[in-house]
């Protein structure tokens, strides 16, 4: 009546198998910090700090985040300040504010959203996310510059 092969995919479905977890920032929460999961992130209240996810970064139309963002997936209705670095795809819903550049392999963006930075999408997002700012560089620069401008000024 019962062979081997249906015994042994019961005993495996039900054995091993990770039930899917999500963890929820409420409206009216606020949280000052970075957040890390394995698992997907919803966020509905306010982050100031970083979201870093192996899942999906859902941030709903009341969700405020200050910080970057680091997922293999997102799908954002609220406000972002800060920079997206998404290895996945990456779901701009009418509502969403974004005030930082992209970094995406895939992107869908719904008519109404808002995106006030710069977007690179596949081979040159990956590379962008390990390459130092150009801010970076030049206060590197900087103080050499200074001190001739100095010397000019003064004649010496």
Do not use: W, Y
């Not at 941030?59 to 406000?79: C, F, L, P, Y």
């Not at 206060?139 to 003064?154: C, D, I, L, N």
């Amino acid at each position: 009546m019962f062979n081997k092969e249906n015994t042994k995919s019961t005993n495996t479905s039900s054995g091993n198998s990770k039930s899917p977890t999500l963890n929820m920032i409420s409206e009216g929460t606020r949280i000052s910090g970075d957040i890390e999961s394995e698992s997907d992130i919803r966020i509905a209240g306010n982050i100031d700090g970083e979201a870093k996810s192996n899942g999906r970064v859902i941030v709903n139309s009341s969700g405020h985040i200050e910080g970057n963002v680091k997922a293999k997936d997102a799908d954002i209705a609220g406000k972002l300040d800060g920079e997206i670095f998404i290895s996945g795809k990456l779901v701009l819903r009418q509502t969403a504010i974004i005030n930082g550049d992209i970094h995406t392999k895939t992107l869908l963006v719904e008519e109404g959203a808002q995106i006030n930075g710069t977007c690179k999408m596949g081979i040159e997002a990956e590379k962008s996310e390990s390459k130092p700012k150009k801010n970076e560089l030049k206060a590197v620069r900087k103080p050499e510059e200074e001190t001739a401008s100095t010397e000019k000024e003064t004649g010496s």
